[in-house]
């Protein structure tokens, strides 16, 4: 489960983040394009905005939950 209280810095304020056990797999990225972008050095992913309408909250719900690290949190 994603800790709020260690979340990466890129982070846009929300409910949605990611946290620093993520290892960069891009699986968030590939899911939710619109919502996760990669670091610049490759090494973690982050919440660049925070999910708008339906859509893009199922596919932000859809990378949390695929993530193999669990390195991504909802806490709305």
Do not use: R
């Amino acid at each position: 489960m994603a800790d709020n209280s260690n979340k990466v810095p890129e982070n846009v304020s929300g409910s949605y983040y990611v946290d620093e056990e993520c290892i960069g797999c891009e699986l968030c990225v590939d899911t939710a394009p619109d919502n996760f972008k990669m670091a610049e050095d490759g090494t973690h992913a982050y919440v660049y905005k925070q999910p708008e309408g339906d859509s893009e909250t199922e596919l932000s719900d859809e990378a949390l939950s695929s993530c193999p690290v669990d390195a991504i949190g909802d806490d709305g």
